[in-house]
């Protein structure tokens, strides 16, 4: 279930304009105070939905959020999901495959982090990172080892292929999946990454990779437009994020994980009367 107001922002096929027609500076007339105020009315309902969940057992959610470096995803999930029970959340940030990983299939220690039932998994960054980064970067190989027989041409074409059946097979398992696109421009990047620079408590983030990614900018946009093309469908849609606004973003998200979870089926199980009953009494009896 989404709303009008983000309709626009859900892609659930192929779009006809690259990222949808978004654009990151769109602040959908949101300013920054009224942002704050639809963030926290959404996590309220979060925590509602999460409590419910949890108690339920039955459905999961998968949260996936990939952008630009310094788009907003570290930040935004600490504020969208900051104030959840700890036990039944988990966020997982993917790296360039170990050894150990490259041994094995382009899904494998993705599946293994995908939250069970009642449980909220978050992946900072996710399995798509394994069809962006080895294309832009096409001197580094593939980020698995292959034989040399399936690398040639049709080789995203099957692994984003293998993607959605793999986003398929969760969501008929009752995996909720929701996935995000930061949207930021290049400028707004620039800017990002020298406020980064001029600040000691984030400084640190900053690597020498950061500039010789950021020289990539526009292969890594036709890569995601590629991605996002092939890859948005009505059981995992992606939400393509204007997010040149921090608070904007982080209030629309939150807001589309409501709208998408709100929908589900979730039944908290019946209390026992008879556990009820002998808790009270004995609780009664200490007083």
């Not at 966020?91 to 909220?120: C, N, Y």
């Not at 294309?135 to 399936?150: I, T």
Request: aromatic letters at 6%; hydrophobic letters at 45%.
């Amino acid at each position: 279930m989404t709303t009008a107001r983000h309709h626009a922002l859900i892609l659930t096929q192929a779009p006809t304009e690259p990222f949808g027609g978004i654009d990151p500076d769109d602040t959908h007339d949101i300013g920054h105070e009224a942002a704050e105020m639809r963030l926290d009315k959404a996590r309220g309902k979060l925590a509602e939905l999460h409590a419910k969940m949890k108690a339920s057992e039955t459905w999961a959610l998968l949260a996936i959020f990939q952008g630009m470096d310094a788009g907003g995803k570290d930040s935004a999930i600490a504020h969208i999901f900051g104030g959840l029970d700890p036990g039944a959340l988990q966020v997982t940030s993917f790296k360039r495959p170990s050894a150990m990983e490259a041994l094995h299939d382009i899904l494998w220690r993705e599946h293994q982090a995908v939250p069970h039932a009642g449980q909220w998994g978050i992946f900072n960054r996710s399995h798509y990172e394994n069809v962006l980064v080895p294309r832009v970067h096409p001197e580094n190989g593939p980020a698995r080892r292959l034989p040399a027989s399936l690398t040639g041409p049709n080789m995203w074409r099957d692994q984003l292929e293998d993607i959605v059946h793999f986003e398929r097979m969760l969501s008929r398992n009752g995996v909720k999946l929701c996935k995000f696109f930061l949207h930021i421009s290049p400028e707004e990047q620039r800017k990002r990454l020298l406020a980064r620079l001029d600040d000691p408590h984030k400084a640190w983030k900053f690597e020498a990779a950061d500039l010789i990614e950021r020289q990539r900018w526009d292969a890594y946009q036709l890569a995601y437009q590629d991605v996002i093309a092939a890859t948005a469908t009505p059981f995992a849609p992606w939400a393509v994020i204007p997010a040149n606004s921090k608070p904007v973003a982080r209030a629309l998200m939150a807001e589309i994980l409501v709208d998408q979870l709100s929908g589900l089926d979730i039944a908290v199980p019946e209390p026992d009367p008879d556990v009820l009953r002998q808790a009270r009494q004995a609780l009664d009896k200490a007083s």
